[in-house]
């Protein structure tokens, strides 16, 4: 398989893309064209997604053909030559993706060795179910189902505490509930501008902070880029 699990599109005060637009590009390596699947978009078309998106990659001659323009969706993801799936609402991401059979077919593409890279919801549709996002339902999908390239849990954007003045339950506080009742997963708390590699085996935490693990039964601790992730895999 190949990954590349990317907790946010964007750092504060960058331009949308720009920080993991080298990561993608290295990723891909000879491939140049990606089917995107837009389907997290909500408070804007997906012809702005794509528009969006192309014109980041495209700095980099990486064209981005999108499914919600293709007749058959499925058969797009089929005959990819890498996929690309961006964030938003993963609720409305995997409900749509779960409508058109794009789960399963995107599962087998990986399977298969054809690149796959997201970041936020696309990271979260990546796991074995999108229980970890930290998106509102705005829909309800058929399940929670989702593509299962890999065998643990991603909580994209992980914070460590709450914003000054919120009282709330923090992040952490949620994944623990999670794996309370999820006894036999691992999560993994990954924080902005960091990704996740997975490549001819080998898993590798790429960016300049330390991921969050989290399973029960076991103090939450942390793993520095470079780190043995082999438990993980």
Known sequence: MKLLLISN???AGE???RYPLDAIDRFLGTVREVVFVPYA???FSY???LDKVAKRLGER???VRSVHTEADPAVAIRRAEAICVGGGNTFALVSKMQEQGLVEAIRERIEAGVPYLGWSAGSNVACP???TTNDMPIVEPASFRAIGAVGFQINPHYLDAN????AGETREQRILEYIEANPDRWVVGLREGCMLLHEEGR?????KRPMRIFRKGREAFEVAPGGDLSFLL
């Open 9 to 11: 599109s964007t750092n």
């Open 15 to 17: 331009e949308y893309l």
């Open 41 to 43: 978009a909500v408070t």
């Open 47 to 49: 012809d702005e997604y």
């Open 61 to 63: 001659g990486i064209s």
């Open 129 to 131: 179910t999108i229980s």
């Open 163 to 166: 914003p000054e003045g919120h």
């Open 203 to 207: 898993l590798e935490l790429v960016g």
